[in-house]
Nanobody, 120 residues
Framework: QLQLVESGGGLVQPGGSLRLSCAAS???????IGWFRQAPGKEREEVSC????????NYANSVRGRFTISRDNAKNTVYLQMNLLKPEDTAVYYC??????????????WGQGTQVTVSS
């Protein structure tokens, strides 16, 4: 089963940038990969998703134009470049795998998460 590990989180000032990585233990080129986040007291929300081939991506309205998802299947890694960060982007960010970005069947192989804190 695919195992995913997130990294790259940290503390950044508003307007700053971070790049998150989602590394797979196995071959991830058969899977769409989604990035999700969960802030304290809030429900988990999907931030972005990229198809297995990397040919299609989607973004939540709250991050469109600021975040960019990409993947390097040769490195079994998916990235989330986050620019113009806002305090409301503060959350634990997770990646997960699914056959399709539609989430049907549902996402699985969740990573442990990486904390992103946007604060001055």
């Amino acid at each position: 089963q695919l195992q995913l590990v997130e990294s790259g989180g940290g503390l950044v000032q508003p307007g700053g940038s971070l790049r998150l990585s989602c590394a797979a233990s196995g071959f991830m080129d058969r899977y769409a990969i989604g990035w999700f986040r969960q802030a304290p007291g809030k429900e988990r929300e999907e931030v972005s998703c990229i198809t297995a081939s990397g040919g299609h991506t989607n973004y939540a309205n709250s991050v469109r134009g600021r975040f960019t998802i990409s993947r390097d299947n040769a490195k079994n890694t998916v990235y989330l470049q986050m620019n113009l960060l806002k305090p409301e982007d503060t959350a634990v960010y997770y990646c997960a795998a699914a056959p399709f970005c539609s989430g049907v069947p549902p996402f699985s192989s969740w990573g442990q998460g990486t904390q992103v804190t946007v604060s001055s």
